[in-house]
DNA sequence: CGATACGTTGATCCATTTCAAGATTGGTGG
DNA sequence: CCACCAATCTTGAAATGGATCAACGTATCG
């Protein structure tokens, strides 16, 4: 930990396509981050806007993406571990439509845009990684809206687990079975799309299954598979790098075997 | 028509950022297009799974973007417009997560990936706007997450054509008040994540409330205001240059003389 | 002209919301 | 250390938006 050659930039990637920057790159990407703050839960990471002088990278701890509706009521729509960027699209579009908030402590890496932008010029293969960091992000984007199509409220609060398990699990943080967090009922709710009263209901729902626990911020998972199972989960969407990091596999287009949908989906859904 | 110099890409950001292109970056960009072909509905432009020798760029019709879950059924996450790249995230992430649809008949053209990754290369401010496009369609996915959180199925087939309508008309499509598809209730079901028999319920109700007409794929506007306030339409993530092309404003964060909100949220919501 | 997909309407059911009231927790100051 | 407060969480009961089922219209097309 203490020589750790890349202590900023050292998650970028990292569980995806990490191994395609050469050590030079991770050099490059390293010395990019200028200075770093440290920020207590519920603080502000980015407001929605204009962007600063600095593009950001999380490093340590959570961090949560919100944007305001016009009643002023604010969204989960997604969040970030370390080692993504949190504004690289604010960067791009000069323009941020979301905050990001601190779910628990965090720390970030402050980049200066005049560097980043220098480095995108130079380093054209640096500058597609950054791309697909940007693009795996909307892959996800893509997936919540995909399940939360597909599964009802047990099923997205089983899925959201999975997805922040797996991700938080590619960076090399938690415990194989569970993590902490701060996130409280209400994360849960915006994320899940459901009220705080049925986030409450579902947890117990799932702590009988025996599928996972949530108590104050901990959450365990108590059986894998009855997790994936309940999520539906397949990992593709997070385009993890091929290898056996976290063993978890789920068979897709299972005919028979599989259970009952979530949701039966009447015809709401397209021919296949 | 006949003249026009750039018949393949002439749309690509348009209503957007395309007047940051030079005229020189207009051309190579129109140069990248190999061949075209026309698809008739329902065909797949695109499969997801890895991507082909080519890069496909939409130069009329929609397309719309659907995903399979793991019982096969397919759920639509989005669409594209003429002068949207398809799989252009497909590109540069080496794989697939969704297929292309044909939504009536469309025009294509392909790009070679060789000659797009030689543009990469050699034209940095090009290079940017391709990726500031893919960012631009990530920041519509978190719109449709963040709406289908806070509106209920009226409100969101409402957004939905509010969308639809606004970037059909950044490209010069439709009429001002209408347009012509070929979507089907079915469509409509997966996109607002409703069942086929509540939207044809919902869409008797925005006929009757004066808000749109929808019938047999044509849609008609009837009273903008009123499609604004039922959508909670906010045109800020389409990234729409200013100027008066589309004359439709809605005054974010106003308070008191705001309707009540489609969805109450008792405390599914953060602080804001 | 029948077949087939698409759209409509009514009746019933259920997942989830809302309202309301109480329990648990954490924080603060006396 | 305890009392108190505010926020968080839990549980019950009632209301509701939307799903499902079923039956019947209506285009479209060979």
Redesign the pocket.
Known sequence: MADNPHPFTGHFLQGRLRKELELRELDVLEQLVDRTAVLQNESKILRNGKPSEHVTILIEGLAIQSKCDSERRSHIVGFHVPGDFVDLEAFILNQLDHDSVACGQVKVGFVPQERLRKVIRDEPHLAQLLWLSTVLNASINRQWIMKSRQL???GRMAHFFADLWYRIRMVGMGHSNGFQTML???HLASIC??????V??T??DLREGGVLDFQ?GRFIILDRDKLKVAARFDKGYLYRESGPAVDCVVKIHGSASQPASD????E?TLPS
């Open positions: 009802s409220a047990i409280t009922h209400r799309g459901i009220s705080t009263v049925h409450s209901r947890l117990r104050r949701r039966k989906c009447h709401r």
